[in-house]
Structures are given as C-alpha cells and as structure tokens.
C-alpha cells in the first residue's frame, strides 16, 4: 500500500516548498494517468489523491477544484515531467539557441514537438470536451504554441538559411499549417503512422519548405 503523505507535509502553507512541489507532481502524474485510463467524469479527486499516494484534503489544498487540477494536468501533458513553466524552460531550449546547423535546428524542434503531441493527443482524446475551452484559454494555447514555432523559425532566419524569396512570417505560417495537433491525430489514429513516421516526414517537408538547401541530399 502507499503511504499517504501528511497534509502537514505537503499541503500546510508553512510546509517545506520542496515537499508541496513533489506533492504537486505526484499529484498531476496520477491524474494524468487516471484521466487518459478512465477519462475526465469518471475520475474522482479521492481516486487521484489514493494513486498519489496523499490525502484527498492535500489534492484540494493544493489545487482547489478538479478543473484547476485538469488545466495543471494539461501543462504537464505538454511540459511533461520537467518542473518547467514553459518550453524555455525545458534543459533543451539553451541548446536549441546555440544550434547553428539548420537541418540539426529542424531534427531537434521536431523530435521535441512530436513528443509534447504524442502527450497532448492521448490526453486530449481522454478528457474530451472536459479541456477549459473558453477565448482566453484558447488564446494561451495558441500564443505558447506560436512562441515556440516562431522562435525556430527566427533562429533558421538569423542564420541566414531561410529560402532566399520566404520571409520569416510566411515560413512562420507554414510551420503552423503544417505541424498542427489536429493532423497528428489524423495521421496516427487514423492511419497508423507511428510517431517515428510522423517524425520522419515533417522534417522532410520542414526542410524542403523552409531551408534554402532543402533536405541532405542522400546517395544513390
């Protein structure tokens, strides 16, 4: 059996912060887990607090209201188990700064982007329309995602490898049209593309759409 944590422990405001932020992120992680497994109505917050391993008081202490919980959980989905607040505070963002091959530069955004969708899409299948979906919640999806897009697609440009006649915006926009969840969904449900394939492809079509020498050449 696991042993609950106090709530003197975890949840009290004098706590030690350490122990509230690994409170918090056992918490996330079983609910992350539940609500893929079960989906969003079927979860109960004592459910979540028993696969955490706390007391059900700590789950609210920490976090108020299941919905409060659900969009913590989707941060994660994307974020995943980083303590991060944002893709630049992921240990890869430093690098991707440093990156001056722009097919490497492409490689990396793409391994990175597909796993935060391989996350994003079974979590997002499970829970439904359970997500907060309101204007300003959707405008902070798209504003995160667009940041991180638009930052790869600033470093292709500042290196001088963007195609001679694609401004920055457009090769912007064509990464948005291209890389989006809804056509990761397609291609793996779907079809039966694996992430690897999902993978393979979209840095073949990022680096013909946007490199001013398009894809390596492969031998013959």
Same mark, same amino acid.
């Given at each position: 059996?696991?042993r *609950?944590?106090? +709530?003197?422990?975890?949840? *009290? ?9 690994q409170g ?14 079960q989906g ?9 607090a ?5 007391? #059900?008081?700590?789950?609210?202490y ?5 919905? %409060?919980?659900?969009?913590e #959980?989707?941060? !994660?989905?994307?974020?995943? +188990?980083r303590?991060?607040? $944002?893709w630049r +505070?992921?240990?890869?963002a430093?690098?991707? %700064?440093?990156? $001056?091959?722009?097919?490497?530069l492409?490689?990396?955004?793409v ?6 969708k391989?996350?994003?899409? /079974?979590?997002?299948?499970? #829970?439904g329309?359970?997500?907060?979906? @309101?204007p300003?919640t959707?405008? @902070? ?9 638009r ?6 440009? %500042?290196?001088?490898?963007l *195609? ?6 457009r090769g ?9 969840? =809804?056509?990761?969904? #397609?291609a793996?449900s779907?079809y039966?593309?694996?992430? =690897?394939?999902?993978?393979q492809?979209?840095c =073949? ?7 001013? !020498? ?5 031998? /013959?």
């Amino acid at each position: 059996m696991v042993r *609950k944590q106090s +709530d003197e422990t975890i949840a *009290k405001a004098g706590g030690s912060p350490r122990r509230r932020g690994q409170g918090r992120s056992l918490i996330i992680q079983a609910a992350y887990r539940l609500f893929v497994e079960q989906g969003y109505d079927a979860v109960t917050m004592q459910a979540i607090a028993d696969a955490a391993g706390v007391a #059900v008081q700590t789950v609210y202490y920490l976090f108020g209201t299941k919905a %409060a919980l659900l969009a913590e #959980v989707e941060t !994660h989905a994307v974020l995943g +188990d980083r303590p991060a607040k $944002s893709w630049r +505070d992921a240990p890869w963002a430093d690098e991707f %700064a440093q990156l $001056s091959d722009p097919v490497e530069l492409i490689r990396r955004f793409v391994a990175a982007d597909t796993q935060i969708k391989s996350r994003l899409a /079974t979590f997002t299948i499970a #829970v439904g329309p359970a997500l907060p979906n @309101g204007p300003e919640t959707q405008a @902070g999806r798209q504003a995160r995602r667009e940041e991180f897009f638009r930052f790869v697609v600033d470093r292709i440009s %500042a290196l001088g490898e963007l *195609k001679p006649d694609l401004s920055p915006q457009r090769g912007f926009e064509i990464v948005c049209i291209v890389n989006s969840l =809804h056509n990761y969904v #397609v291609a793996t449900s779907q079809y039966g593309w694996t992430s =690897h394939d999902w993978e393979q492809w979209l840095c =073949h079509i990022l680096t013909e759409q946007l490199l001013r !020498h398009g894809p390596p050449r492969t031998a /013959t």
